[in-house]
């Protein structure tokens, strides 16, 4: 593991700002012509999913980023390296349990899901977004620990990652499931697809700053 450069606080607010900048553009060039690519049932439908995902997400992995960041800051600043690597792997540790469950239950409960939210064209929607809460309650703990660290690069860049991700797979999926004549509830699936490939991206980009 590479210890990654660190920013003053200006520095790091700079970067961060940047990079949501460019997450806020990416994320327009999806919507907007995804509005234009489904029709307002296929829209619909991706709401559905989405608004479980975001559920899911906030459950699994509120307050617990700043945490590991705090820890991590704490043990950084008293030169413990070994206490360092002790939250890391406790935090990862425990976020892929998080993910795992969490994840789990949109893809097994998928279809009492569906009857709960009276919606059941949702179903293909839901399973192909499940897998993206454990990508992102993992990219959690690895973004906590960098950020503890002072560095906020592997933050920025995994975001702006994720979110060309979502745009460049999203679109395309969504458009060619429907151009091949696939329902609404496919081309919704194909387009929610996006966001599971994008934080997948967004996580093994992390990942590689890690192990490099």
């Known amino acids: 593991m590479v210890k990654g450069k660190k920013q003053n606080f200006l520095g790091g607010a700079v970067i961060?700002?940047?990079a949501v900048a460019i997450v806020k553009v990416f994320s327009a060039l999806y919507k907007i012509p995804l509005?234009?690519?489904?029709?307002?049932?296929?829209?619909?439908?991706f709401y559905v999913a989405y608004n479980i995902y975001n559920l899911l997400l906030i459950l699994s992995t509120a307050g617990l980023?700043?945490?590991?960041?705090?820890?991590v800051s704490e043990a950084s600043a008293l030169g413990?390296?070994?206490?360092?690597?002790?939250?890391?792997?406790?935090?990862?540790?425990?976020?892929?349990?998080?993910?795992l469950l969490f994840g789990g239950v949109m893809f097994f409960a998928t279809r009492p899901l569906t009857?709960?939210?009276?919606?059941?064209?949702?179903?293909?929607?839901i399973k192909a977004l499940s897998p993206a809460v454990l990508c992102v309650c993992l990219m959690s703990a690895i973004?906590?620990?960098t950020q503890g660290e002072g560095n906020m690069l592997p933050t920025a860049a995994s975001e702006i990652v994720e979110a060309l991700g979502k745009l460049l797979v999203g679109l395309t999926l969504a458009w060619y499931l429907l151009s091949r004549g696939a329902a609404s509830?496919?081309?919704?699936?194909?387009?929610?697809?996006g966001v599971t490939a994008g934080?997948?991206?967004?996580?093994?980009?992390?990942?590689?700053?890690?192990?490099?």
């Open 115 to 125: 009857i709960l939210l009276h919606d059941s064209l949702a179903y293909w929607s």
């Open 16 to 18: 961060l700002t940047g």
């Open 185 to 193: 509830e496919i081309g919704s699936a194909g387009a929610i697809a």
């Open 143 to 145: 973004r906590g620990y």
């Open 65 to 71: 980023p700043l945490a590991v960041s705090r820890l």
């Open 199 to 212: 934080t997948a991206a967004g996580f093994l980009s992390l990942l590689w700053y890690m192990l490099r």
């Open 35 to 45: 509005g234009n690519i489904l029709d307002r049932e296929g829209m619909a439908h």
């Open 80 to 99: 413990r390296d070994n206490q360092k690597r002790r939250i890391l792997r406790v935090g990862f540790a425990l976020f892929l349990g998080l993910g």
